[in-house]
């Protein structure tokens, strides 16, 4: 590592101490940082270099009001500087490629703040960043008003990754511990800002500290790979085969809370007499006696003779849980609270309002999962709940840590609060098998189990719809979680979001899940019968249902193949046209359409009463799925024929694939 300090500072140090910043240069392989004191805007100005040219710029210090006669370096540190009080600025590198911006102050009413250039005119694009449910892709579309940036439920951020990666090979990363809120497009246009403050939902700060690094490599490609390396982490497992080759069959949007002993038999019935043979049986909400008892209501009578009887149909059987319990629920309340199982805040507050509670009230409580005795009640009991009625695994719900009361008080180093809340729920849910899933986590990509995208809407488009199937799937992928769980085909059908999804929908949902990890159903074929395309042709939507579950299945072993590969390189399993082409302008920006591992490419038509697509190739020679034809990359298809049987997608030539 080199480091030049220009001009004024060298004469600033020979004259008794009068500070001046006129240019920091550092240099580690091919990366490059310079920062400048910019006295006119107040701020530093920062430049990251991969070669000779700059791949990302900041500003750095907003809100300070720095001025150059306040700036004087730390004692004993290179490369810092300290302000005004006790605020300093620590520049440094520990990694190859890459620099480290470390604010600090122990002044915790003090609030840092460094912006980073989106560069859209420079045709820059970015990617990572959080789940949402207008998941818009690339992500420099996305606005993100300001807010905290730990994991909770508001627009659907149970992936809240602080992680963002440039089309020309940058990325940043902030630290775990910093007090992190982000201002993308709102506060200033083509700008993502990085704020640090003790504002809820952080408290109990001992300092501020805004602290991230940035890298730079030859592409975006070996950028995330970097990212992997250093940050994200790569899974340890991965879930059982059957869950990933045979469909999931969830009671939630069909039957919402209408279950019973009858209902589930029913429904197990008509997935077999329809020809679906097998796959995991989900019982979703209202089995409970009361919210946390995570006992069998009066619904079940009969509950072991139904979970015996939908198993020798060759089915798994699981369970909807959560992580609260409703405070009329005492056999689990009055444990959880006389052993200190519950967050609550300082004040001794307990109770929070979730989505099953009554007209918005606070009339529940979340389990304390940084709490390691709390873990274990949590885990025996569901343990117990096996035992008792021969249930194979469970459907994890919620998790987020905003979800909690108010500012609760948790086990450990507070500087890691609220995330380690959700971080302790998905920990302990991955003890009880390879067959759960979850849908939420925070620096939890190492965890060999099912994340669950959001509840998607039985829409279309970019409003939480059919569209977001693919960029959420994305974007979870480059945030480390590649064990991605699609929602349900045809979404959840809320009378306040769309109402149940249509038969074409409903088929075009389906075919978009054929390639990713798994399909999970709710809606069935057998609700529709017969639809009918823009073009007047007819089809029995069973029939098409039932080519699309075997083409899945067909391919299960290249998507475990795919997840081996991860669990080694931590490389996506569905993954954007970039990963195979990642200088390629219209690779880099392709939003309907994604990869399988590096040699099946899928284009699914999501527009409703379209029958056919244009179909982008990135570079390589590419086999026609469905005709056979040879197609060299780099070019687009032109209105590829794609009737409500058909899905487009296309096998890299030479691959052990190949057809």
């Excluded at 070996?222 to 992997?228: D, S, T």
């Excluded at 244009?614 to 799925?625: A, E, K, R, S």
């Amino acid at each position: 590592m080199r480091l030049s300090i220009t001009g004024c500072l060298l004469l600033g140090a020979l004259l008794a101490g009068v500070w001046c910043v006129d240019e920091i240069s550092l240099k580690k392989n091919d990366t490059s940082l310079s920062i400048v004191f910019n006295p006119s805007s107040k701020l530093f100005d920062l430049a990251l270099s991969y070669g000779n040219s700059v791949v990302l710029s900041a500003s750095l210090g907003h809100g300070l009001n720095l001025s150059e006669s306040e700036i004087e370096n730390c004692l004993g540190l290179d490369n810092c500087y300290r302000f005004s009080g006790d605020i300093r600025m620590h520049v440094h590198s520990n990694i190859d490629n890459g620099f480290t911006i470390y604010w600090k102050t122990k002044n915790t009413s003090l609030e840092f703040m460094d912006c980073v250039d989106l560069d859209t005119d420079a045709q820059t694009h970015w990617y990572g960043g959080p789940e949402r449910n207008y998941q818009y892709y690339p992500l420099e579309k996305l606005v993100i008003p300001n807010i905290d940036y730990a994991v909770h439920e508001l627009n659907y951020s149970a992936i809240s990754e602080p992680y963002w990666v440039n089309s020309k090979g940058a990325y940043l990363h902030v630290d775990e511990r910093v007090p992190l809120f982000v201002d993308q497009n709102s506060a200033f246009q083509n700008k993502t800002c990085f704020r640090a403050r003790e504002q809820p939902p952080y408290q109990n700060r001992p300092k501020i500290i805004l602290n991230y690094t940035l890298v730079a490599q030859e592409n975006v490609r070996e950028a995330h790979i970097h990212a992997v390396e250093h940050f994200l982490g790569k899974p340890t497992g991965r879930p059982n085969d059957k869950m990933i080759s045979r469909p999931i069959w969830s009671t939630w949007a069909r039957y919402k809370k209408d279950i019973n002993d009858s209902i589930l038999l029913e429904f197990a019935n008509e997935i077999v007499n329809n020809g679906f043979t097998d796959g995991q049986f989900e019982i979703d909400d209202e089995w409970e006696t009361c919210y946390g008892s995570l006992t069998f209501g009066d619904k079940f009578p009969n509950i072991n003779n139904t979970v015996q009887t939908i198993k020798d149909m060759d089915f798994r059987v699981t369970l909807w849980v959560h992580p609260f319990i409703h405070v009329n629920c005492s056999s689990a309340l009055d444990p959880g609270v006389d052993n200190d199982f519950i967050a609550k805040a300082a004040n001794g507050t307990m109770t929070t309002t979730w989505w099953n509670s009554v007209n918005g009230s606070y009339d529940s409580v979340y389990i304390d999962y940084t709490n390691p005795e709390a873990r274990e009640w949590f885990a025996d009991r569901l343990n117990l709940i096996r035992q008792l009625h021969g249930i194979d695994a469970f459907k994890f719900d919620a998790g987020e840590s905003s979800f909690a009361t108010r500012m609760p008080v948790l086990t450990g180093d507070p500087e890691l609060a609220p995330n380690s809340l959700t971080v302790g729920y998905v920990q302990t849910c991955a003890t009880l098998g390879d067959l759960v899933e979850i849908r939420t986590g925070y620096r939890t990509q190492y965890l060999p189990v099912f994340v669950r995208m959001i509840d998607k809407d039985s829409y279309w488009g970019e409003n939480n719809g059919l569209y977001t199937v693919i960029t959420t799937t994305i974007a979870m992928n480059l945030n480390g979680y590649v064990l991605v769980l699609p929602d349900m085909v045809g979404g959840n059908g809320y009378v306040n979001a769309g109402g149940p999804p249509g038969a074409e929908l409903f088929v075009r949902w389906l075919q978009a899940n054929t390639f990713l990890p798994a399909i999970q159903f709710s809606y069935v074929p057998w609700d529709y019968g017969n639809v009918t395309d823009s073009t007047g042709k007819t089809y029995n939507v069973v029939e098409v249902s039932q080519k699309f579950v075997a083409l899945h299945d067909q391919f299960s072993s290249y998507i475990i193949q795919t997840m081996e590969t991860s669990i080694k390189k931590g490389y996506p399993v569905n993954a954007p046209l970039w990963w195979v082409d990642p200088t390629d302008p219209q690779s880099l920006v392709e939003d309907s359409e994604y990869m399988l591992g590096e040699d099946i490419l899928v284009a699914p038509v999501i527009v409703e009463g379209a029958v056919s697509r244009d179909v982008y190739l990135p570079q390589g020679t590419w086999i026609d799925g469905n005709s056979g034809i040879v197609y060299e990359g780099r070019q687009t298809i032109k209105d590829y024929s794609a009737p409500l049987d058909i899905l487009p997608y296309f096998i890299r030539k030479g691959c052990s694939l190949d057809l």
